[in-house]
C-alpha cells in the first residue's frame, strides 16, 4: 500500500522547499557574520514593503500620462523632490485578490480570494527574501505594525507577529542588555536549543507509531524544531555581537495620542530607517492596518475608515485628501531621510527597495484593483511612471519578482508572476 | 492503489476502458462540451482540466464541483438545452457514487482528519486549566489561519519556526503568571472618588462633561469625553489578583437606565498602556436613588481603574466660564464612590503556584520589598457612602487647611474665576513640596448631588508612575533538588499528557532537566526547561485524536481520543478527572456513558467556551469589531450596544441548547434573548443587564439568528451594507451553500447612498455581466431582505445619508448629522421564483425547510469538533444524525448529543 498521489506531491513540495530553507540558513555562521564577504559578488540590497491599508485616492494619485515625461499628480507633487529616485507604478494588482478589509493580508503573498471559507495565505515575498538575503545581518527581517499583525507571511501562510512598538523595536536594535540580562537570555536561548533538540528526538518514538500520513504531517513539526534550533543558535552567536549605535541619539518615545496614526507611522518609519541604517536588517515589512481614528489635525473630524467610503461626499473627500497628503509627507520624509544617509556605495536609499502600496485602488468601493504603487531606490532605473492596462491589469507579483532578482534572489517566479515587471530595469 | 477509477475519453485527459466511461461520457459530451473543451473554456472551466485520478485531491474538487453544479441545476445553463430528467438523474447517480467511493477510501487511509496542533484558544484554556489559573498567553501566538471558516480545522494548522518560538515565549509567560514567590498580600479596602482626581478637578470648569457634587460626580459623556487621567485617587492596582468593587451610583435628569461602563487597563491610561485592556461591566444604572453594585474581577498589577456611562454622546461645555454644568439638565449618571477590596486569594500560595512549585521549600529574601503603589491612599481620609452618615469628627483630625473658596454660591461664575486663581497657587505650593497633600473638604450638609461650583478641596497626587514588576521576597531553596524535579516534571507531565500516562517517557523529561541541574544551573532554570520540553512536546501540542495510532482500515477513537475530542469539543481543554477515568476504564466508547458525559459537560459553565468559540467562528462573532460604525450616520452603537450584541447570539445558542429548540430558530423564532439595551435598539420591552427570553410580537422582524444585530453589523461594514456580501454570508454560514467567486474583473457593487440609484438597480445591471446571473439569484434574496437594517443591526424603512451641511456643525451641537435618504425596498423572490414582501416572509420561507438548515448546523458543528469539514462521503452519516434529532423537532440539544454518538465523530 503505497499513499496516495496528493499526500506525495504535496509533501515533496514542501520538503523541497524546507530543505532548500536550510540549506539557506546553515551557511557557516561565522563567513555569514562578516557581510563584507557576500558584498564583493553583488551590491547590498535592501527591501522594504509598506502597506498603508486605505491607498490613495486614484484621482489625486495616478498620473494622467505616462513615461519618464509625467506630470505629477496632486500626491505625487509631494515626492517630486525625489523624482528621479521612485518609480510610480500603476495598473497593476493580484489577480483574483478580494474581499474588501481581510485582502490586505494578500498584500505581499498575491493569494487569491481571502473572503472564501477555504482561503489559506501562502508566503510573503519579503520571506522568500529573508531567506536568502536576511542571512548576513542579525535580523533576518523585521515585521514591523501599528497593531499585532504583519505583512510577512511564513511558508506555510501563518502570520508572524508584528512589533508595534517603536521602544520595543529600539530596544531590540540598540539596546546592549546587561551582563546579567545576557547571561539570562543566554540561558534562555541555551534552554530552547536543547529543549527543541530534545523534544525532536523524543517525538520521534511517537512517530514510529502513527501513520503514513501523520508522520507526514510530523514531519512539518519537526523540521520547524529544527529551523527553530538553528534560529536559536543564530540568535546565540549575535548575541555575543555588541549591538551597533544608533544613527540618532535618544530612545523613541512611543506617540502618546493614539488616534495619531500619522505620527505613529511617522515614527515607525524613522524606526525603519535606523534599522536599515545600522544594517541590523535587510528585510522590513510595515503593516497600517486599517484605522477608524480621527486624526487629530485641524480640518479632520471623521474618522479615517469612515473617510475612506466617503461615496463621493465633497467634505469627505476634502478631510480624507488632508489624511492622504500627510501619508505622502511621511513617505517624503522615509525618502528624505534614506536619500541623505551614506550607504556603502551611494546613498542608503540607492541600496533600499522602498516599496509603498495598497491592496486597494479604490478603498471606497473595496476596489482591488490598479493598486496604487510607489517604487523608490534600489538602484533601479526612476524618474517615470509605469502605467499598464487600468483594465486588465499586470499581476503586481512581476514587481515582486524585479524586486526579488534586483535583491540577487534567484527568483524566476512568484505566486501570480507572469515574469518581471516590464520597463523596470536596473540602473 | 486505486488511481485511474474513471476516464472519459476523448474528450479528457487521458483514454480509459473503465465502464463508467461509456455511461458518463456522452452525458458530457452532448451537454457540456460546446462551452467546455476544445479550447472553449467558459466560466474558467475546461473538461480536459479534469483527469480520471479521483484520489487526487485537486481533481476531486474539479469533480464534486462539476457534481455540485449540476446537481443544484446550474449547469447546464438556463439558456442551454436542459437535458432529460433521467440522463441527468443517471449521470448524477454514477458521478456521485464514484466520489463517495473515493471519499471514503481516502478517510480510511489517511483518517478523517490532518494531524494538528491545539489552535490558540485550546492552547490557551488548556494551558490555563493544567496550570489552574486564567492565562494570558493567546496573544502571544500567532493567529491561526482558518479553513471553511474554522480554526479548528487541522490543514490549516501548521507549525512553523516562529509558532516553535512563540510557544516557548508563551509557556514561559505562563510560567510567570503562575508563581508567586513573594509574601502573601493583604487584602486593603479603599473607598474611592473621583472628586480626589487631581485632572477631572483641573479642567471640569472648562469643557469636561462632569460635575463635581457634594458626595461625588455627576458625568454627562462617554468615554472619548471622560477624562482619561481621571483614575479615582490615581488608585493603581496593586497586586494581580481577584478584587472585589462596589460602585454607588444614581441617574441624573433621566428616567431611562444607563450603562456604566467599568474599564482596567487600555486606551487613555498611559501608564498602564502595557497592559491588556478589560471592560469589567456595564452597571446597568435603574433609578434616581443611590444603589450599590458590587462585582469581583481580575486584575493586574498596575491596572488603573476607569469608568464612564458609554450610551451618553460625546458631548462638551463651551469654554465661556459660565459653569453650564451645574445647570445642566440633559441625562447624567452620578458616581458617587468606589470601593476596591482586595486581592483576595482562596489559598496561597495560589493554586498554580502549587502546581508548578508545589512542596519546593522556600526562603525569605533578606531586605526587598514591594512598594505599595498607593502610599498617597493611607493618609486620606474616607468619603463617607452617604455625606449624612459621616462621623463627628469629619474629616478625622480637622482640616488643616483653611478654606478656599466660599460656600455655593448662585453666581458660579465669579467663584469659579476666584476659585481657579487662589487654587492654582496652592497647587503650586502642593506640587513643590511647601503644602501638605490634602486641602479641606467641602461641605457634606448638603444633599446628595448638589453640585458643587465651589469646590475645592481635593488632595493633590503628584505624578503617578505605573509600578514596577513584583520582586521576589522568597526564593527558592528546595532540600533535594533532584528529587522535587522528579516528582514535579512527573506531575505535570501525566497531566499536561493527554492520554494513558507514560511513566517511562516522562522519564526522559526528567533526565534532560537533571542533565542541566547536574550542568551547575539553577534549580528553576532546570526545571522550567523540563516544562518547556513538557510542554513543547507532541503529546501537549497535538490533538491525540487528530493523531492515529494505526494504519487500516476505518478508525475508531480509542477511549482517550474520544475523551480529548469530546473535552475540547464542548470545554475547549484537556479532559476532566472523569473522563479520564472512564477513558481508562475503556468504558467511554458505550453511548449510554457518552450520554452522561454530555450531559454532565452541557451543564457545566465550562460548556460556555463551546458557545463562544463555536459561535465566534460560525457566525464571526470574533470579528464584530472589525469595523467600526460611522457614528455620524448610526450614533446608536456604542461599547454597551457592542457588548449586548454579542450577548444575546450566546445566550440564543445557550437557549436553544438548554430548551433544545428547533435548529430552524437559527432563521425564525418567535422569541429572542436580549437585554434592556438591545430592547431599545429592536423597540421591545426587556430590562437588566443580563439577557432575558422575550417573547415577540406576530409582527416583529427580528426572531432567529439571522436578525441579531450582532449578525447584522459583522455582515456590514460600518459605512453601509451590502445585499451581495451580507447575502453570500447567510448563504455560506446558514444556509450552507459556497457560491464562487466572481469572475475576475467584475467592479464591486458598492451601494450608493447619496444618489438616486438603489441598490436594486444596481443588482439588475450587474446580474446581466456575463454569467454573474446564476449565483446571483441566489445570493441576492437574503440579501436584498436584509438591506431592512443598518450596519448597527437597526431596522430601517429608509437608507440614512449625511446632511449637506454637517460638516459646519458645531461640535458640541448633539443634533443628528444625518436625514433620511431612500426608502428600502426588501421585497424580492427567491431562485425558484417564489416572492416575498420582505424579510419576515424571507424568514418564513427559509424556516420551512427544518431538516436543511438542522443539516447545515450538523455540518458546522462537525466541522468544528472533528477538525475536517465534511465531504460529499459523509452526507448520508449526517442525513443520519439530522434524522435522528427530527423527533425531537430537530432539538440543537438533540443534534448535539447525534452529533457526538455519532461515527463521524468517532472517526
Known amino acids: 500500500m503505497t499513499s496516495t498521489s496528493i499526500i506525495r506531491h504535496g509533501s515533496i513540495n514542501r520538503r523541497t522547499a524546507l530543505r532548500g530553507l536550510g540549506a539557506a540558513i546553515s551557511l557557516p555562521v561565522l563567513d555569514a557574520m562578516t557581510p563584507a564577504l557576500a558584498e564583493e559578488a553583488a551590491p547590498l540590497r535592501r527591501m522594504i514593503f509598506i502597506n498603508l491599508h486605505l491607498g490613495f485616492m486614484a484621482d489625486n494619485f495616478v498620473p494622467t500620462d505616462a513615461g519618464t515625461g509625467y506630470k505629477p499628480s496632486k500626491y505625487l507633487e509631494r515626492l517630486e523632490s525625489f523624482r528621479d529616485d521612485f518609480t510610480v507604478v500603476t495598473g497593476t494588482s493580484h489577480p483574483g485578490v478580494n474581499g474588501a478589509h481581510t485582502a490586505d493580508v494578500s498584500f505581499l503573498t498575491a493569494a487569491p480570494d481571502a473572503a472564501s471559507a477555504s482561503f489559506r495565505n501562502t508566503v510573503s515575498v519579503d520571506q522568500i527574501a529573508a531567506e536568502q538575503i536576511g542571512q548576513d545581518t542579525r535580523f533576518a527581517y523585521l515585521p514591523l505594525g501599528l497593531a499585532n499583525s504583519s505583512m510577512s507571511y511564513t511558508r506555510s501562510g501563518a502570520n508572524i507577529p508584528a512589533i508595534n512598538k517603536a521602544r520595543v523595536l529600539y530596544e531590540r536594535l540598540f539596546v546592549n ?9 543566554r540561558r534562555q536561548l541555551d534552554d530552547g536549543r536543547s529543549i527543541m533538540d530534545f523534544v525532536g528526538d523524543s517525538a520521534r518514538s511517537l512517530e514510529r507509531r502513527l501513520g503514513s500520513r501523520d508522520r507526514q504531517k510530523l514531519d512539518e513539526y519537526f523540521t520547524n524544531i529544527r529551523e527553530t534550533e538553528t534560529r536559536l543558535q543564530k540568535s546565540q552567536r549575535w548575541l555575543e555581537v555588541p549591538k551597533p549605535k544608533p544613527a540618532t541619539k535618544g530612545k523613541p518615545k512611543d506617540v502618546a495620542d493614539r488616534a495619531d496614526f500619522i505620527a505613529q507611522i511617522d515614527l515607525m518609519y524613522d524606526m525603519i530607517h535606523l534599522a536599515a541604517e545600522s544594517d541590523s536588517t535587510r528585510v522590513i515589512t510595515f503593516n497600517q492596518p486599517n484605522l477608524n481614528d480621527v486624526l487629530p489635525h485641524d480640518g479632520v473630524s471623521q474618522g479615517y475608515h469612515s473617510l475612506s467610503h466617503h461615496n463621493g461626499d465633497p467634505e469627505k473627500i476634502r478631510q480624507l485628501e488632508l489624511v492622504e497628503m500627510e501619508q505622502m509627507d511621511n513617505v517624503a520624509r522615509l525618502l528624505g531621510k534614506f536619500r541623505d544617509t551614506a550607504g556603502a556605495a551611494g546613498s542608503l536609499l540607492d541600496e533600499s527597495m522602498i516599496m509603498v502600496g495598497s491592496i486597494f485602488g479604490n478603498a471606497n468601493k473595496h476596489d482591488t484593483s490598479n493598486m496604487p504603487i510607489v517604487l523608490a531606490g534600489g538602484g533601479f532605473r526612476h524618474g517615470r511612471h509605469l502605467a499598464f492596462d487600468q483594465t486588465n491589469n499586470t499581476p503586481t507579483a512581476n514587481l515582486y519578482v524585479s524586486m526579488l532578482q534586483q535583491a540577487g534572489v534567484e527568483h524566476e517566479q512568484f505566486a501570480s508572476s507572469t515574469g518581471t515587471l516590464t520597463g523596470l530595469e536596473p540602473a | 492503489m486505486t488511481l485511474l477509477t474513471f476516464l472519459l475519453c476523448p474528450l479528457l485527459a487521458a483514454p480509459n476502458e473503465s465502464d463508467v466511461v461509456v455511461e458518463l461520457q456522452p452525458f458530457l459530451q452532448a451537454q457540456c462540451a460546446d462551452c467546455h473543451s476544445d479550447g472553449a473554456d467558459e466560466g474558467g472551466f475546461e473538461l480536459s482540466s479534469l483527469t ?15 457534481y455540485d453544479r449540476v446537481h443544484r441545476g446550474e449547469m447546464p445553463p438556463e439558456d442551454a438545452d436542459r437535458p432529460p430528467v433521467d440522463e441527468m438523474a443517471t449521470f448524477l447517480g454514477e458521478l456521485r457514487a464514484e466520489l463517495v467511493d473515493a471519499d471514503r477510501r481516502r478517510v480510511d487511509e489517511q483518517g478523517r482528519v490532518t494531524a494538528r496542533r491545539l489552535n490558540r484558544v485550546e492552547f490557551e484554556q488548556t494551558l490555563s486549566d493544567l496550570f489552574g489559573r486564567p492565562l494570558d498567553v493567546a496573544s502571544m501566538l500567532p493567529a491561526d489561519a482558518a479553513e471553511e471558516g474554522f480554526q479548528t480545522v487541522g490543514a490549516a494548522l501548521n507549525i512553523s519556526a516562529v509558532q516553535m518560538r512563540s510557544y516557548l515565549e508563551a509557556i514561559d509567560a505562563a510560567i510567570d503568571q503562575s508563581i508567586f514567590l513573594h509574601d502573601r498580600p493583604e487584602p486593603r479596602t479603599y473607598r474611592l472618588s473621583l472628586l480626589n482626581s487631581l485632572n477631572y478637578m483641573q479642567t471640569y470648569r472648562d469643557q469636561i462633561s462632569a460635575l463635581p457634587t457634594v458626595d461625588g460626580m455627576t458625568l454627562f459623556a462617554t468615554e472619548a469625553m471622560s477624562h482619561h487621567n481621571a483614575v479615582w485617587d490615581h488608585f493603581t492596582v496593586p497586586y494581580e489578583g481577584r478584587y472585589r468593587i462596589t460602585i454607588s451610583t444614581f441617574l441624573v435628569n433621566s428616567d431611562k437606565p444607563l450603562g456604566l461602563t467599568v474599564r482596567a487597563g487600555g486606551t487613555g491610561h498611559k501608564e498602564s498602556l502595557d497592559l491588556p485592556s478589560r471592560t469589567l461591566r456595564h452597571l446597568e444604572v435603574e433609578q434616581r436613588e443611590p444603589r450599590q453594585f458590587t462585582f469581583e474581577a481580575d486584575l493586574l498589577r498596575g491596572h488603573f481603574l476607569h469608568l464612564y456611562p458609554s450610551e451618553l454622546p460625546k458631548r462638551r461645555f463651551p469654554k465661556n466660564g459660565k459653569y453650564e454644568q451645574a445647570t445642566f439638565d440633559g441625562p447624567g449618571v452620578n458616581v458617587q464612590w468606589m470601593e476596591i477590596e482586595g486581592p483576595l486569594y482562596d489559598e496561597w500560595p495560589p493554586a498554580s503556584h502549587e502546581t508548578l512549585l508545589g512542596g519546593v521549600r522556600t526562603e525569605s529574601i533578606r531586605g526587598v520589598v514591594n512598594e505599595d503603589p498607593n502610599p498617597h491612599l493611607a493618609r486620606r481620609p474616607l468619603i463617607p457612602a452617604d455625606p449624612r452618615e459621616r462621623q463627628e469628627d469629619w474629616p478625622p483630625g480637622g482640616n488643616p487647611v483653611p478654606l478656599l473658596a466660599g460656600p455655593v454660591n448662585e453666581d458660579a461664575q465669579f467663584v469659579a474665576r476666584d476659585y481657579s486663581n487662589r487654587r492654582r497657587k496652592v497647587v503650586d505650593k502642593i506640587l513643590a513640596g511647601k503644602h501638605p497633600a490634602v486641602d479641606p473638604l467641602p461641605d457634606y450638609d448638603l444633599p446628595p448631588g448638589t453640585p458643587l461650583p465651589s469646590y475645592g478641596g481635593e488632595p493633590i497626587y503628584r505624578g503617578v508612575q505605573a509600578p514596577k514588576p513584583i520582586q521576589r521576597t522568597r526564593q527558592l531553596a528546595p532540600k533535594d533538588p533532584s528529587k ?14 493527554r492520554g494513558p500516562a507514560g511513566g517511562a517517557e516522562a522519564t526522559k523529561y526528567v533526565r534532560l532537566a537533571q542533565r542541566w541541574l547536574d550542568d551547575g544551573v539553577s534549580f528553576e532554570d532546570a526545571l522550567r526547561t523540563g516544562y518547556q520540553a513538557v510542554l513543547t512536546s507532541p503529546r501537549f501540542l497535538y490533538r491525540a485524536d487528530s493523531l492515529d495510532q494505526d494504519s487500516d482500515g476505518p478508525r475508531q477513537l480509542d477511549d482517550w481520543q474520544l475523551a480529548e475530542r469530546l473535552a475540547m469539543f464542548l ?18 466508547g458505550e453511548t449510554a456513558t457518552l450520554n452522561k458525559h454530555v450531559a454532565r459537560m452541557l451543564r457545566d459553565d465550562r460548556s460556555d467556551r463551546f458557545v463562544r468559540d463555536f459561535l465566534g467562528q460560525w457566525l464571526d462573532l470574533y470579528r464584530i469589531d472589525d469595523t467600526a460604525p460611522d457614528l455620524a450616520l448610526y450614533p446608536e452603537y456604542d461599547p454597551v450596544l457592542r457588548t449586548a450584541m454579542v450577548v444575546e447570539c450566546e445566550a440564543f ?5 438548554d430548551a433544545n429548540r428547533p435548529a ?3 432563521v425564525q423564532s418567535d ?3 436580549i437585554n434592556r439595551r438591545l430592547a431599545e435598539l429592536y423597540g421591545l420591552e426587556a430590562g437588566g443587564e443580563e439577557p432575558s427570553v422575550v417573547r415577540l410580537p406576530d409582527d416583529s422582524v427580528r426572531g432567529g439568528l439571522l436578525t441579531t444585530a450582532a449578525v447584522l453589523k459583522v455582515t456590514a461594514n460600518g459605512t453601509n451594507t451590502s445585499p451581495v456580501i451580507r447575502g453570500k454570508w447567510v448563504l455560506e454560514r446558514l444556509l450552507g451553500q459556497k457560491p464562487d467567486p466572481p469572475p475576475p474583473g467584475i467592479p464591486a457593487v458598492e451601494p450608493d447612498i447619496r444618489g438616486a440609484v438603489t441598490i436594486r438597480d444596481q443588482l439588475e445591471k450587474h446580474r446581466n455581466i456575463g454569467n454573474c446571473a446564476s449565483c446571483h439569484k441566489k445570493i441576492d434574496p437574503p440579501g436584498v431582505a436584509l438591506e431592512s437594517f443598518d450596519p448597527v443591526g437597526r431596522y430601517r424603512t429608509n437608507y440614512r445619508i449625511l446632511r449637506d451641511d454637517y460638516s459646519n456643525f458645531d461640535k458640541r451641537q448633539l443634533k443628528p448629522r444625518y436625514r433620511e435618504g431612500l426608502p428600502v425596498d426588501p421585497s424580492y423572490q427567491m431562485p425558484d421564483g417564489h416572492e416575498f414582501a420582505d424579510i419576515r416572509q424571507l424568514k418564513e420561507l427559509l424556516a420551512e425547510d427544518e431538516a436543511g438548515i438542522a443539516h447545515v448546523l450538523v455540518d458546522r458543528l462537525i466541522t468544528y469538533a472533528v477538525g475536517a469539514p465534511p465531504t460529499i462521503g459523509d452526507e448520508d452519516a449526517i442525513t443520519a444524525i439530522v434524522e435522528q434529532s427530527a423527533a425531537d423537532g430537530y432539538g440543537v440539544r438533540s443534534i448535539l448529543e447525534a452529533v457526538i454518538t455519532s461515527d463521524l465523530f468517532r472517526e
Request: charged residues 35%.
Open chain 2, 52 to 66: 480520471g485520478d479521483v484520489d487526487d485531491r485537486t481533481s476531486f474538487a474539479r469533480w464534486q464541483r462539476v
Open chain 2, 653 to 657: 445558542f445557550r437557549h436553544m441548547i
Open chain 2, 671 to 673: 422569541y429572542v434573548t
Open chain 2, 484 to 497: 522535587d524535579l522528579d516528582r514535579l516534571i512527573r506531575s505535570l507531565a501525566k497531566r499536561a499528557w
Open chain 2, 571 to 588: 470545554w475547549n481543554t484537556a479532559p476532566d478527572e472523569p473522563l479520564r477515568r472512564d477513558a481508562a476504564a475503556g468504558r467511554l
Open chain 1, 177 to 185: 542588555g546587561s551582563k546579567v540580562e545576557k547571561q539570562r537570555v
Open chain 2, 664 to 666: 430552524a430558530e437559527i
